[in-house]
Each structure stands twice: as C-alpha cells, then as structure tokens.
C-alpha cells in the first residue's frame, strides 16, 4: 500500500480537528499543516493539543510549513525561523517546510546556490538544536531563486546538511522546471497534484492543480513509479490548490478514487 498522507491545502477551510479525521479515514499515514491560509494555525489551538489529537489518530505530524522566501536570508528570517522551530517542536511535527523566494531574484544557477547556501548554512545548527527536519521546496517557476533540484543536491552537501535537509519532490513544480535528475535519498516527501488543462507547463499555476486522474498531464503516475523504484518509500501528500477541489463539501471520495487510482498506475 503506497503510503499517502495529506497536506492541509487539500482542505484548506477544514477544521484542524476535522481534517485529522480526514486523513484517518482515508488510511493515510499522516499530516502536512500549514501558516498560510486564511484561519490562524490551528485554528488558535495549543500547539500540545494538536500533538495529542495526531497521535490519538495514529497519524504522523510530517512537517509545519512553512518559513517563506528563507533563502532571502536576515535576522528577521532568522528570527521567522526560530518561532516556526518551536511550534513545530511543540505540536510534534518531525520537520519544517523551507520554500524559496518567487520574485524573480537570484534566479541564475549560481546566485541561485549562493543564497540557498547562506540561508541552508545559517539554519542547520538550528535545526539540529531542535531535533527537527527540513523539508525544502524548489518551485518550477522561472522567477523561483531555487527552481533545480541539482542545485539543492549541490548545496545539502555543501554544509554538510545530509540527514537534516531533504527535497521536496513536487510533481507540479518538477514538471514546470522541466523534469531532470531525481534524488530518491534526499527526498523527504512527495507532493502530489494533477493538471488536466493542455496548456503549456510556463503557464501552469497553482489554481491549476486539482486530484491526479486519468487526464493528468504531468505524469504523476509515472513520476512516483520512477521516485519509487529509485528507493524513496516516504510519503505521497496531496497538495491540490484548485479552488474546485477547496469547494468540495466532501472531498473524501474524490480524494479516495485519486489515491486508488495512483495506486493502480504504481503497482500495475
């Protein structure tokens, strides 16, 4: 059984409490929360509270997105970091979600893995004193300062951040940057979404991103296949942001057929 988890963009005006139930009921092996949507994180609970209510659930609290634009590094960042470290260490979550500026600065390769660098570098010893896990995201725009997985891979190993650092594998922004090599051991968690417009992958955004079917165009199916016979066993968390699937009242059988039907594309 692929080991599917949820990321709270699936459901993003769902209750905390309401999606942990969710994602149970689904099978899935755990959650994903995050401090951008529009309700206060969650919900304005104590960070214990969510702790208690995972674990009673048998779900796992995979990461606490996120620290914005951090490779936009200051000690305002810093300081962004650091508060995001203790609520995660708080409510029990194994890591953080790193996600790089999107602005259209530093986006050439080598200012591309400087800035990454001074930030990945800046936060390791943070992380470690917090017995925490970052997960960091290349987005595949072209304004992204960190759009290439090679570029990340070079930078882990630069400040000997193996271990503490993993990607993540998104099959939206890996196919916006154009596919390329994938990193089965750096990879920390695979975020799934679907495409079914045909239009080109420069114009892809994210309202564009709904449950993975047959009319996906990003080849989902074949990435996971591809992630997973390469050794990554982690977890697949739904990340949808179209606004069709923020509208379902329901979105438990949309979400269990996407998941059955990734399931049989994997295994067949």
Request: hydrophobic share 50%; with cysteine; proline share 5%.
């Amino acid at each position: 059984m692929l080991p599917f988890a949820l990321n709270h963009m699936t459901a993003p005006n769902m209750a905390w409490q309401t999606f942990l139930d969710l994602a149970k009921g689904l099978g899935c092996v755990g959650v994903e929360f995050r401090n951008d949507l529009s309700a206060p994180l969650f919900g304005g609970a104590d960070p214990a509270e969510v702790k208690a209510a995972v674990a009673a659930r048998g779900l796992r609290f995979l990461a606490l997105a996120e620290v914005k634009m951090f490779n936009d590094w200051s000690a305002t960042k810093q300081a962004e970091a650091e508060a995001l470290m203790n609520i995660a260490v708080a409510a029990g979550a194994e890591s953080v979600s790193l996600i790089p500026r999107n602005d259209g600065v530093a986006t050439d390769r080598k200012d591309s893995f400087k800035v990454t660098e001074t930030a990945l570098r800046a936060l390791l010893p943070m992380l470690k004193a917090h017995g925490l896990k970052a997960m960091v995201e290349p987005l595949g725009f072209g304004v992204c300062s960190l759009r290439y997985k090679d570029v990340l891979a070079e930078v882990i190993h630069a400040v000997g951040g193996v271990g503490t650092y993993f990607m993540v594998h998104d099959t939206f922004h890996h196919a916006l940057a154009g596919f390329g090599p994938i990193y089965p051991e750096l990879t920390g968690i695979v975020h799934v979404s679907g495409v079914n417009d045909t239009i080109y992958l420069d114009d892809m955004r994210d309202p564009h991103r709904v449950l993975v079917g047959a009319d996906d165009v990003l080849g989902n199916v074949a990435q996971i296949r591809a992630l997973r016979a390469a050794g990554y066993q982690g977890a697949i968390s739904y990340e949808p942001f179209a606004p069709s699937v923020h509208g379902l009242a329901d979105p438990a059988p949309a979400l269990k057929a996407s998941m059955e039907f990734i399931r049989q594309g994997v295994e067949a």
